[in-house]
């Protein structure tokens, strides 16, 4: 499958705890993006990078998250000291420039 | 603000019937919309529309855009079970061009009972 991959695609965790996720783009798209989605709304943009450079950031990416995309293919976002409003889907999503962007099937967070 | 507003929030329709579904949006620096289908996991890339009046088809499927009223359709011909989805209308935001930062409606859901 040469499609934007994410990994675990469930989690479950308490609140307070520590999460990361994978994303691995569709190779040669040098932009990568993540986005969450709640149930009833559409996707919100979180952050982009171009290549390794984290471009822009989301007013919704509080202090607790990070994300980073170390050589420029794959990417981690790291929640800190989850909350349960973090419960979401987070999706990841990658394009050349300025084309179509293609979405993973996303990463289920469940805060208890 | 920029926002992007779907109608119907959700639509339940039986097979065969043909569904329009709706997208207005108010935004600076408009460069184009995109239409994507949800199924219960990522979204996937149905339209990328740029141009006022040019119908974009694949299959059941088509769309148009208005851009001087704001809007775009997307209709569904002769819908079957497996259109049972969200249907999500995202446009681009402060953009410079390029596509990176979608804003998104809510979404449509339909179910198409058989």
């Known amino acids: 499958d040469t499609g934007v991959s994410q990994d675990p695609r469930h989690k479950i965790t308490k609140r307070g705890q520590n999460v990361t996720f994978r994303c691995d783009p569709i190779?040669?798209?040098?932009?990568l993006y993540w986005y969450r989605q709640t149930l009833g709304q559409g996707p919100e943009f979180l952050t982009y990078?171009?290549?390794?450079?984290?471009?822009?950031k989301s007013r919704l990416l509080s202090d607790r998250f990070s994300a980073e995309r170390p050589k420029g293919s794959f990417s981690t976002l790291e929640i800190q000291r989850t909350e349960q409003g973090d419960s979401a889907m987070y999706l990841c999503?990658?394009?050349?420039?300025?084309?179509?962007?293609?979405f993973g099937e996303g990463s289920w967070l469940t805060v208890v | 603000e920029d926002k992007v507003v779907q109608s119907p929030l959700s639509l339940v329709v039986h097979e065969g019937d043909t569904v329009t579904l709706n997208c207005s949006y108010e935004?600076?620096?408009?460069?184009?919309l995109l239409w994507y289908k949800q199924e219960k996991k990522a979204p996937t890339f149905l339209f990328m529309l740029?141009?006022?009046?040019i119908e974009k088809k694949s299959g059941r499927l088509s769309s148009i855009l208005d851009k001087k009223e704001l809007f775009s359709i997307l209709n569904i011909t002769a819908t079957q079970t497996g259109d049972s989805a969200i249907y999500l209308c995202a446009v681009p935001l402060n953009s410079g061009g390029s596509n990176y930062k979608l804003t998104f409606g809510k979404g449509t859901l339909l179910t198409v009972n058989p």
């Open positions: 740029t141009s006022s009046g």
């Open positions: 990078f171009q290549n390794e450079a984290q471009l822009e």
């Open positions: 190779s040669e798209h040098n932009r």
């Open positions: 999503a990658s394009s050349l420039e300025g084309n179509t962007i293609y």
């Open positions: 935004v600076t620096n408009f460069r184009s």
